[in-house]
Antibody, heavy 122, light 107 residues
Framework: QVQLQESGPGLVKPSGTLSLTCAVS?????????WSWVRQSPGKGLEWIAEIYHNGRNTNYKPSLQSRVTMSVDQSRNQFSLKLTSVTAADTAMYYC??????????????WGRGTLVTVSS | DIEMTQSPSSLSASVGDRVTLTCRAS??????LNWYQQKPGKAPKLLIYGASTLHSEVPSRFSGSGSGTDFTLIITRLQPEDYATYYC?????????FGGGTTVGIK
């Protein structure tokens, strides 16, 4: 059973860079085609941010965040990462990493980390 | 972006009730529609994918249907552990988008 664990600073200053890592255990990065980040602002709904193919060669980003977001994989450590630059209070959220497998022709988020709360504040 | 609209935003129901949640896409998405359950303080869990296929170990009282733009999640015989927020998500194209959620509360 694949397990995911997010890690990173819980507090980031405005205009700074949010950096998160998701460690994958119970399977390799190649056990899922895509790996994603989803966030949830306090009391709000879910927002897909970005995804990366397991070999790191393809990425997709939410268009409204594309200029600020970067994902990468570290196959040697079996983990993937998210960087979000120029953060504002609007980026305060619970950040989840998830695996995105192929499900009936589409993709679905079949495994999730527990989430890590990131607050943007001075 | 494809907009996903869920209704109602919240409802109250009793244990044993049949509950119907709906999700509408702003354009046709075939059956590339997934449902998730989220409990307070927890990560979402995949319930149904491909509009109607139950994920592993999901109880059979959950069912999904629909195609194109209109989708339904039905919970027959609501159980105490089913009180949660339910989200639909389209995977027809990128960016993937979620509905605003339906919270099922205790009546």
């Amino acid at each position: 059973q694949v397990q995911l664990q997010e890690s990173g600073p819980g507090l980031v200053k405005p205009s700074g860079t949010l950096s998160l890592t998701c460690a994958v255990s119970g399977g390799s990065l190649s056990s899922s085609d895509w790996w994603s980040w989803v966030r949830q602002s306090p009391g709000k709904g879910l927002e897909w941010i970005a995804e990366i193919y397991h070999n790191g060669r393809n990425t997709n980003y939410k268009p409204s965040l594309q200029s600020r977001v970067t994902m990468s994989v570290d196959q040697s450590r079996n983990q993937f990462s998210l960087k979000l630059t120029s953060v504002t209070a609007a980026d305060t959220a619970m950040y989840y990493c998830a695996s995105a497998g192929y499900c009936s022709g589409g993709t679905c988020f079949d495994h999730w980390g527990r989430g890590t709360l990131v607050t943007v504040s001075s | 972006d494809i907009e996903m609209t869920q209704s109602p935003s919240s409802l109250s129901a009793s244990v044993g009730d049949r509950v119907t949640l709906t999700c509408r896409a702003s354009q046709g998405i075939h059956t590339f529609l997934n449902w998730y359950q989220q409990k307070p303080g927890k990560a979402p869990k995949l319930l149904i994918y491909g509009a109607s296929t139950l994920h592993s170990e999901v109880p059979s009282r959950f069912s999904g249907s629909g195609s194109g733009t209109d989708f339904t999640l039905i919970i027959t015989r609501l159980q105490p552990e089913d009180y949660a927020t339910y989200y639909c998500q389209q995977s027809y194209n990128t960016p993937s988008t979620f509905g605003g959620g339906t919270t099922v509360g205790i009546k």
